[in-house]
């Protein structure tokens, strides 16, 4: 299953900056740049490399999507998770002296979950493991199954929140 | 919003014909209409404006476990309180939405016209009481708030009242199981139709066609489901003026207790503003209607303003809707939609009293969604002790969360409801609270209602339907509403029936054209003011009864 572009914009404005409809969604609804967004190359780095801790090891392109789907928050949402990015960076350096996204997989995980980001309640102003599973968790889950393809890991074209079920919602499959 | 409020001007407008307070669907439509033919309108709304461009924005909210079911559109809170008592706790600020545009903001967005037997009640039945008008007053307006609000629908429903015009849109075709539950129907010489509701099927009135993000409650990011802030927008470019976030906390009236002088509003300063008019409308729906009427008490007016029946707040009515839930042997719909395109009014008519008036509503129940499953960390999204105590077990991330979706996943689940009628008791109602009051020291609405065994039987009657249609689709019964227990009904969001129209002023609040019998300047537009409440959904009649009012009003003042 591999992440595309439109998948990030459909996650960003429920596909409907793929469909047309006259919506002030986002930045995202213009071509992106991983340049242009807001948060630093190490904080997209350590963003992307969260990705790859809690989305299924089926889903490819996750780079790239994340890249766009980030580009198009707007600034303060994009600032709140650089914020809660760097955090996860300093912990992985105190606990392996090395920054997040260099870490291993297996040593990614122990990170988040030695901060106790898998067990704490979701909050976007709260401690940093609060935050953190609330701006790099749980929006990266957001962004995936809100997307046709993160949706298709169990066969749904148009999940909840993707503005193109009108076309679908008839299928007899 | 709040740096906003300082730099808006809430001051009373100058000469004004008509202050309408309000800016829900009733509110809105007569203002528009009103300005459309020359009159100064000034409109009061207690609730905010909404950016529209935040749409997407209040969907991710919705979508999203961190925020709960009133943050979308900010209810709750001590602007909100209320009471209930009775034994029914009922849930008031999940079922309505303060701000420009009311409660369409959240609705569903299903129109049906009432039948006709439900302006005859007492007459065919000898059950509640009969309206002053009947459909044939209605209908043209029916067509009217058709055509204004942009109602999708087909004429294939042998059970509807008369109609004159095809819809304004053709209906949204049929999902996978609403074909299922319609071969198991006409196995059982059941008859199904389209669902007609206010959302595009194709673009109409400026406004996109149907998107399918399946969030119509409560939010439509497309804008194709119609809300009240279509025809205030409209009402604008016409002239008239919105006053936000300006709460009506009594209306006045001087020497003579027959007209009103003033609507009372308090700005976001807590300065008290007094707006005069020449005519007022008060458009709150079923709850804040006689709250306000109630709050507005006076010496001549001792038991609340137009209140001389006694009845203002009296035969409270909600349509109460149960469920039936269950397991196909083969999939059901794979792709989410949001809304059902298919309902039967079959069983709406009736010959006897009892059962009441059903409607089925043949549900498109939607797959588990993965994005549901994923952000409650694996577990069951349903799992309260999980969402109350999240650190008891850890999240569930990578191929560990996809195997947990999956095994959570299901499309086998199918599920019809009925939407049931309630008959108008004078206990049933709306008072102001005893102990409770709102910031600006307005007693807050206490709701009470329960239901009697005429619905207790209806709601029998539909399971017996419910239960024959899903044995014909070799359904198994997995869930089923239990109508003992008040905390498991759900309610249809509709408060209709506390100033109920007639003709005496001794048992209702407004005369057919919507005018109290008490106050000279005084026009009631509101679902307050239905006499019954059928098995339909309110809003079209709401709405058809605003155009007709207007039309009075205009002729009138």
């Known amino acids: 299953m591999r992440l595309s572009r439109r998948d990030a914009l459909v996650a960003l404005a429920g596909g409907a900056a793929t469909s047309g409809v006259s919506l002030a969604v986002s930045r995202a609804a213009h071509e992106t740049d991983p340049a242009e967004s807001s948060l630093s190359s190490e904080e997209l780095a350590t963003v992307v490399a969260v990705a790859t801790v809690v989305y299924p090891s089926a889903v490819e392109g996750i780079e790239r999507f994340v890249e766009t789907y980030v580009s198009g928050l707007d600034d303060a949402r994009a600032g709140a998770m650089g914020e809660a990015a760097a955090g996860v960076d300093r912990q992985a350096r105190e606990a392996f002296g090395t920054g997040f996204a260099a870490l291993s997989a297996d040593a990614r995980e122990t990170v988040l979950r030695d901060m106790g980001v898998d067990r704490v309640a979701s909050n976007a102003e709260g401690t940093l493991p609060e935050r953190a599973r609330y701006h790099l968790v749980n929006t990266l889950l957001y962004a995936l199954f809100t997307s046709p393809t993160g949706s298709g890991l169990v066969g749904i074209d148009d999940p909840v929140g993707c503005g193109s079920g009108f076309a679908t919602y008839r299928t007899d499959r | 919003m709040t740096g906003a409020s300082t730099a808006v001007d809430r001051t009373p407008a100058a000469d004004v014909d008509v202050c309408v307070v309000g800016a829900g669907v009733a509110g809105a439509l007569v203002a528009d209409s009103l300005a459309a033919e020359g009159y100064r309108v000034v409109v009061l709304e207690g609730g905010p404006r909404f950016d529209e461009e935040s749409r997407l924005e209040k969907m991710e909210k919705h979508l999203r476990p961190e925020y709960g079911p009133g943050a979308v559109w900010r209810m709750g809170g001590p602007r909100d309180r209320f009471t209930t008592s009775g034994p029914v706790t009922y849930p008031l600020n999940r079922t309505r939405v303060k701000g420009v545009g009311g409660s369409t903001l959240h609705w569903l967005g299903i129109v049906q016209r009432l039948h006709e037997k439900d302006f005859e009640m007492r007459s065919r039945y000898g059950l509640a009481a009969d309206w002053p008008i009947d459909y044939a ?10 055509r204004e609000l942009g109602v999708a629908g087909a004429a294939d429903n042998p059970f509807a009242p ?19 539950f319609a071969d198991a129907c006409a196995s059982l010489g059941i008859e199904t139709h389209s669902a007609p509701q206010a959302r595009n099927s194709e673009p109409y009135d400026g406004r996109s066609q149907c998107q399918g993000f399946d969030t119509c409650v409560p939010v439509c990011p497309s804008g194709a489901k119609y809300s ?35 609507a009372v509003y308090r700005t976001p300063d807590g300065t008290l503003h007094r707006q005069a008019a020449d005519h007022f409308v008060v458009a709150c729906g079923g709850v804040e209607t006689p709250r306000l009427l109630l709050a507005s008490a006076s010496a001549a007016h001792p038991d609340g303003l137009a209140n001389a029946s006694g009845t203002v707040g009296r035969y409270f009515m909600d349509h109460v809707t149960v469920t039936t839930e269950a397991r196909l042997d083969r999939s059901g719909n794979r792709e989410p939609i949001g809304f059902e395109t298919m309902h039967s009014q079959q069983f709406y008519d009736h010959d006897e009293p009892v059962p009441g008036s059903i409607q089925l509503i043949f549900d498109n129940h939607s797959p588990t969604s993965p994005r549901q499953v994923a952000l409650h960390g694996g577990r069951d999204p349903e799992d309260r002790v999980g969402l109350l105590f999240p650190g008891l077990e850890r999240d569930r991330w990578g191929d560990d969360l996809l195997a947990a979706i999956r095994e959570r996943f299901t499309d086998r689940l199918v599920s019809v409801r009925a939407g049931v009628e309630v008959l108008p008791r004078a206990d049933n109602r709306v008072s102001l609270a005893a102990d409770a009051t709102d910031p600006h020291g307005v007693p807050a609405p206490d709701v009470s209602i329960q239901l009697s065994g005429h619905e207790r039987r209806t709601i029998d009657r539909a399971f017996e339907i419910h239960e024959a249609i899903l044995d014909e689709m070799g359904a198994e019964v997995v869930r089923q509403t239990d109508p003992s227990d008040p905390d498991d009904l759900d309610w249809g969001r509709h408060h209709v029936g506390t100033t109920r129209m007639g003709t005496d002023p001794a048992t209702s609040v407004v005369d057919p054209r919507l005018r109290t019998h008490d106050v000279d300047n005084l026009s009631i537009v509101s679902s307050s003011v239905f006499v019954t409440g059928g098995a339909a959904a309110p809003t079209l009649t709401i709405a058809a009864l605003a155009l007709r009012a207007a039309e009075h009003l205009a002729a009138d003042l």
Do not use: K, N, Q
């Open chain 2, 137 to 146: 007053d209605l209908r043209p307006y029916y067509a009217a708030a058709e």
């Open chain 2, 162 to 180: 008369p109609r004159e015009d095809d819809y304004p849109m053709p209906a949204f075709p049929r999902s996978r199981t609403d074909r299922l």
């Open chain 2, 228 to 262: 009240g802030d279509v025809h205030v927008r409209r009402a604008e470019r016409r002239g008239v003026r919105v006053i936000d976030r300006a709460p009506v906390v009594r209306l006045e009236h001087g020497t003579d207790p027959a007209t009103l002088s003033a």
